[in-house]
């Protein structure tokens, strides 16, 4: 049926990638039937990509699921939502009673970090739980940034972000922005703001095995071999300390181990990584020059440096290139953002430090890393017998079946199961397995708020966004949702769900009061509970973490700071201002410095010095973002699932003529734990002796309700892999640059 009823507008920021848009929605009756960029946004200004112009296709699936699915005999069927949660209580919080914490795991996704219930309630679900079996996303892509901020500054989550609006000279490593939209990054407009480093006679150098189109628009273009990032830093790195041209500027006070840096990267020449990074060594000592001699400059490393064997290596030196030319934390280099819910600057001294491997998981031994484990040990740490055997999965907005190593494997150990809940509003290939599939409502019909971007944004700003749609009949919100998930398995099945968001603000109250340096200290925790305002639990918290912030009222100290009610009365936001230095508050390491040669790091440069005399492979895989795509998330929306976004294998000409391959013709990847088949597209945009097959497809599997996506299924990448390639240090899987056969199929 077309939509019916009154047509009016609401803005809404944009939740399918991190670039965190404005949109615009335009509404008939409870249908959103359009979306544009809002020009009024204080942060995006109008800019919208295919993604955010799909909102209302994507917000109106068909097949997104309305009502819980239970399983009964075996077959997933609909049922209440009250079925759904007393099955949850009478199965999972015994099970976890009979046989420990451990038996439980939880698995979270990228979309978590996309809604406001994905950032509120899965902390609360762990500690209720106490289990150390959390497995996310991040060990399939950012966990060597946060291995490497928490070993240089003593925070896994200061990350620090090119200043783009003011740097001189960017250099891109592993990065696709006019694809990606960015990542650890939050720039609406990343296309725009790289023109405009261009435009003011900045320099933007893109290192890819693939001209992308990020590569296209660049001074120059380095097409190095995959995986092989780390050495050319190194390399930069050690030109530097050769060439004298290191000047660390206001900095260097607050540096630890610069001599012992210089040691440890000695042997590390642009003419000893010529070879394996096949690029140029005086190529290198150029890009180092041009580096130092920047009125400013920023170095970024995203996917395609993490996802290889060295992806802490390469994530730990972006950071020491930016420190030695003086370009951290400074404007126009790499800058630490403060969001609106971080906690208030506090004074600077030493601190806790970070540690790697406080537990290792049960079967493989893998350490922990920010508390996480390897999502590709989580097959094996269910198939395996023994006490601490994980029986039980709680799934939050995650598709491992797709986006890990060897879903075929995982997929039969989630058969194996005692019990799996699924919070996802798709019956996909990972939640088909659950015994209750929790269905969240559409995005339009949620309160919308960046808790983890805006700790990565470009620019310091504060957006809220009330639900544009109220909920439908029968459906329940994710807060609620997550929230009654917490009282099920924490034995108050049956509660109030506001009784999770009220010990949370009792808590945090609690501290804030009794803590001499907050702008609360001494007052009355009810009394202050009693001022938050919202319509709901979530809006309360958020409300009290704004007012706590860096930019927050304290409950009426500063009588013009930040509350939810200010926020709400600016619906396209408030602008907080450029980034600005934030050392030497921001560090937390033992030393109070930042701490260049952390031993763990120290300890891995052997491995990374014996790449030197390595014999490369002949031909090697990487991945490749699309513009219309997430990961695996919206292959049903019909609007992007067509056009470039494409399941193919890009190969070279040249190798393409030497292998036997036509353009359209099927090829068969092979690796020593798997083969896909699929069709060559044959591109010289590829460097010869790669092949790029893009992530998040294979939507072929039975049991799945996704009728466009699986009408062009595509093939998964990832079984290739049987994730046993790991980077060490941070646990994370080796997608990009691991060796490969092709041939025609």
Not at 360 to 389: M, N, Y
Not at 502 to 510: P, S
Not at 718 to 744: M, Y
């Amino acid at each position: 049926m077309p939509p019916t009823g009154p047509v009016r507008t609401a803005p809404r920021v944009c939740p399918l990638c991190e670039a965190t848009c404005g949109l615009t929605l335009t509404i008939e009756g409870t249908t959103v039937t359009g979306a544009r960029g809002d020009r009024d946004d204080v942060f995006s200004k109008g800019f919208i990509c295919p993604k955010g112009a799909s909102f209302g296709e994507l917000d109106a699936d068909p097949d997104r699921l309305r009502t819980p699915l239970i399983r009964v005999d075996g077959e997933l069927r609909e049922g209440s939502w009250d079925e759904a949660f007393d099955l949850v209580a009478a199965r999972l919080r015994p099970l976890a009673e009979e046989h420990g914490p451990e038996s439980v795991g939880v698995v979270l996704g990228n979309p978590n970090v996309h809604t406001m219930a994905g950032a509120l309630y899965p902390p609360v679900l762990l500690g209720v739980l106490r289990t150390r079996n959390l497995f996310t996303a991040s060990t399939l892509d950012q966990m060597p940034k946060h291995v490497s901020s928490g070993l240089l500054f003593g925070d896994p989550l200061a990350i620090p972000v090119p200043d783009l609006d003011r740097t001189d000279h960017l250099l891109l490593l592993g990065a696709n922005p006019l694809d990606s939209n960015g990542s650890l990054c939050t720039a609406p407009d990343f296309p725009g703001k790289l023109k405009a480093l261009r435009r003011r006679g900045g320099t933007l150098t893109v290192v890819d095995p693939r001209r992308t189109r990020t590569a296209r628009l660049a001074d120059r273009h380095l097409a190095i071999r995959p995986g092989t990032d780390a050495l050319l830093l190194a390399a930069l790195t050690q030109v530097l300390f050769e060439e004298e041209l290191t000047d660390p500027g206001a900095l260097a006070g607050h540096l630890e181990g610069l001599a012992e840096l210089r040691e440890a990267v000695r042997d590390f020449t642009p003419d000893a990584v010529a070879a394996a990074c096949d690029l140029d060594a005086g190529e290198i000592r150029t890009l180092a020059r041009e580096l130092a001699a920047a009125p400013t400059a920023a170095v970024y490393g995203r996917i395609g440096s993490c996802t290889v064997e060295y992806g802490t290596l390469a994530s730990w030196l972006v950071d020491v290139l930016n420190a030695l030319t003086g370009n951290l934390d400074r404007p126009g280099g790499a800058l630490f953002p403060l969001s609106a819910t971080d906690r208030a600057p506090r004074p600077a001294g030493p601190g806790k430090g970070f540690a790697l491997g406080r537990w290792t998981s049960r079967v493989g031994g893998h350490p922990e890393a920010k508390g996480e484990l390897p999502i590709a040990a989580l097959a094996e740490e269910i198939e395996t017998p023994g006490d601490g055997r994980i029986r039980a999965v709680i799934a939050l907005a995650a598709n491992p079946v797709l986006s890990a190593p060897d879903g075929s494997r995982l997929e039969r150990a989630l058969d194996g199961l005692d019990f799996m809940v699924s919070v996802d509003p798709y019956l996909n290939e990972t939640s088909r397995h659950a015994d209750v599939v929790l269905p969240p409502p559409p995005p339009s019909r949620s309160a919308h708020f960046d808790f983890a971007f805006n700790g990565f944004a470009v620019r310091n700003q504060v957006r809220y966004s009330p639900p544009a749609v109220p909920l439908a009949p029968g459906s329940m919100d994710e807060c609620e949702i997550l929230a009654r998930l917490v009282l099920a398995v924490g034995g108050m099945h049956g509660a109030d769900p506001s009784a999770v968001d009220d010990q949370v603000i009792d808590r945090t109250l609690g501290k804030a009061v009794a803590d001499p340096l907050s702008p609360v200290h001494g007052r009355d925790a009810k009394e202050l509970a009693a001022a938050l305002t919202g319509p709901g639990g979530p809006e309360r918290r958020l409300d009290l973490m704004l007012r706590l912030g860096p930019y927050g009222d304290g409950f009426g100290a500063d009588p013009a700071g930040l509350t939810l009610a200010r926020l709400a009365d600016r619906p396209h936001g408030i602008d907080l201002g450029p980034l600005k230095p934030r050392l030497p508050a921001i560090l937390k390491t033992r030393s109070g410095r930042v701490e260049l040669l952390p031993p763990p790091i120290a300890a891995d440069l052997p491995r990374l010095r014996a790449a030197l005399t390595g014999v490369p492979a002949s031909l090697v895989l990487v991945g490749r973002r699309h513009l219309r795509s997430n990961n695996s998330w919206m292959h049903n929306v019909p609007t992007l699932n067509g056009g470039s976004n494409r399941c193919t294998v890009q190969v070279h000409p040249a190798d393409a003529e030497r292998l036997g391959l036509t353009d359209g013709g099927p090829a068969r990847v092979t690796t020593e734990a798997g083969e896909i088949t699929l069709p060559v597209e044959i591109t010289d945009t590829v460097r010869a002796g790669v092949v790029s097959v893009p992530h998040g497809w294979g939507h072929d599997r039975p049991g799945t309700r996704m009728a466009v996506a699986r009408a062009r299924p595509g093939v998964n990448v990832n079984q290739l892999l049987d994730g046993s390639r790991r980077d060490p240090l941070s646990g994370t899987s080796v997608l990009n640059g691991f060796p490969v056969e092709l041939a025609p199929a």
